[in-house]
């Protein structure tokens, strides 16, 4: 250590302040995040935050400026500055644009998340599912056994319908988010899958049909067993025609 490095006797190191903007950011996010301002809820005046928290602002804007690139806070024509509305599409959105950004995130490890997932998702789809959404499952079904070898975007985008169709029956909002999020990034890897094998649609047809039967019958183990099977059938091809990462 050389002598500008050093520390004189009794002194400590400084710890550097959070900007104003960013403090008045972090306390109006705790707010939300305690409920006391809730989606919808216009946001306090610039004025009036300027009192609150005895600040300019140009501080207040910046706050406002970083909540709102959040999400956070949202600005509605005629009714100035609000609580952000968050749907399930733009938690899925974020997820999907993390997933993208990723380059060294593998295939295997989404995979793992699937094998978690699914099943249990499956299980309380045979729970909750109504007769019209039984309906909507053999449907596609029926559909996916049409598809030929020259309709792989096709089946691909009936397969990702299939199974959050699932995530839908299950009436559990936190499984649509995921799968939606799982599902957008695994598109490419159904096309993959599809054209590595040319028995493979009427595998995932059988795999589909046995799925959709468990979920019909009510029976949450069958229903998830099937989806194990599936998924086990899935990891094997793409580890039988993709070649060892080096």
């Known amino acids: 250590m050389n002598g500008t490095d050093e520390m004189l006797p009794g002194t400590t190191p400084l710890v550097r302040q959070p ?3 960013d403090q ?8 939300i995040d305690a409920g006391r301002m809730r989606p919808g809820d216009p946001l306090p005046s610039e004025r009036e935050l300027c009192e609150r928290f005895s600040v300019s602002r140009t501080v207040i804007r910046e706050a406002v400026k970083t909540l ?14 609000i609580v952000g509305t968050t749907t399930i ?5 974020i997820f999907d644009l993390y997933f993208r950004g990723e380059p060294d995130l593998q295939y295997l490890d989404l995979h793992e998340v699937r094998y978690a997932l699914e099943p249990a998702m499956c299980a309380q789809a045979a729970r909750n599912i109504d007769d019209e959404q039984v309906d909507d499952l053999f449907a596609l ?3 996916l056994e049409t598809f030929t070898p020259e309709d792989l975007v096709d089946a691909s985008r009936n397969d990702a319908v299939f199974h959050r169709n699932i995530a839908v ?3 559990n909002s936190f499984f649509i988010i995921l799968l939606d999020a799982l599902g957008r990034s695994l598109l490419d890897t159904r096309v993959a899958t599809f054209s ?4 493979r649609l009427s595998t995932v047809s059988a795999a589909h049909r046995a799925i959709a039967e468990g979920i019909a019958s009510r029976d949450p183990e069958e229903a998830a067993d099937a989806m194990r099977a599936h ?3 899935v990891l094997d091809t793409w580890k039988r025609w993709t070649p060892p990462a080096t």
């Open 169 to 171: 029956a299950s009436r």
């Open 141 to 143: 079904c029926d559909e």
């Open 68 to 81: 709102t690139a959040k999400g956070l806070v949202s600005s509605v024509p005629g009714s100035g500055l």
């Open 231 to 233: 998924l086990t059938e």
């Open 24 to 31: 008045v950011a972090q306390q109006l996010r705790h707010q």
């Open 19 to 21: 900007r104003l903007s």
């Open 196 to 199: 590595m094998d040319p028995t």
């Open 89 to 93: 599409e733009d938690v899925a959105e």
